[in-house]
């Protein structure tokens, strides 16, 4: 089963920019892993941020967005705030099957 | 609104059965394919598996970990999706989420599924 990487924490400070990212043991990520990215913070269940690599819901802040990068999907945060601080995860799809990576905490300090 | 709601989860002795129940409301349960992703505790996601639609067939798919022990089925009737899992192992005590992921974003509150002797 493919492993899918991400940093295993992050700090950023109050309004700066962050970049998380996601990497596959297969090779590069593509559009094809459609990949997600899920914010959960303590006690909660996750939700949805991102989803097919760059599309936002309608409670997504326009502050993240997601891309391709460098042959890994990414997450960046610009202008971070203290209630971004929450785990993230990445979620990539290899066919039939999908993989969440270990997730990264973000700190916002 | 939509909700979901997890239930059946508790204390089960290493290889016995449970299954989790997800009742839904508040959205078109058939039109969904509906996903079980678990948390082990103080740990990370981990994506158990789906059941596609019935367009789709209402196949089904799983993560390693769990296949040949797990199985997802659902009642679009009456708007459930139940996870049966057997012969249970310590490691699959976890948080059990029934979700909806992708153009939507729907999750249950989680059940607690502990697996010990």
């Known amino acids: 089963q493919a492993v899918v990487t991400q940093e295993p924490s992050l700090t950023v400070s109050p309004g700066g920019t962050v970049t998380l990212t996601c990497g596959s043991s297969t090779g590069a990520v593509t559009s094809g892993h459609y990949p997600y990215w899920f914010q959960q913070k303590p006690g909660q269940a996750p939700r949805t941020l991102i989803y097919d690599t760059s599309n936002k819901h309608s409670w997504t802040p326009a502050r993240f967005s997601g891309s391709l990068l460098g042959g890994k999907a990414a997450l960046t945060l610009s202008g971070a705030q203290p209630e971004d601080e929450a785990e993230y995860y990445c979620?990539?799809?290899?066919?039939?099957?999908?993989?969440f990576g270990g997730g990264t905490k973000l700190t916002v300090l | 609104e939509a909700q979901l709601v997890e239930s059946g989860g508790g204390l089960v002795q290493p290889g016995r059965s449970l299954r989790l129940s997800c009742t839904t409301s508040?959205?078109?349960?058939?039109?969904?394919?509906m996903s079980w992703v678990r948390q082990a505790p103080g740990k990370g996601l981990e994506w158990v598996g789906f059941?596609?639609?019935?367009?789709?067939?209402?196949?089904?798919e799983y993560a390693a970990s769990v296949k040949g022990r797990f199985t997802i089925s659902r009642d679009d009737s009456k708007s459930i999706a139940y996870l049966q899992m057997n012969s249970l192992k310590t490691e699959d005590t976890a948080v059990y989420y029934c979700?909806?992921?992708?153009?939507?974003?729907?999750w249950g509150q989680g059940t607690l599924v502990t697996v010990s002797s």
């Open positions: 979620f990539l799809s290899y066919s039939a099957v999908r993989v």
């Open positions: 979700c909806v992921y992708g153009e939507v974003d729907y």
């Open positions: 508040g959205f078109t349960f058939g039109d969904y394919a």
């Open positions: 059941i596609r639609t019935k367009v789709y067939g209402g196949t089904t």
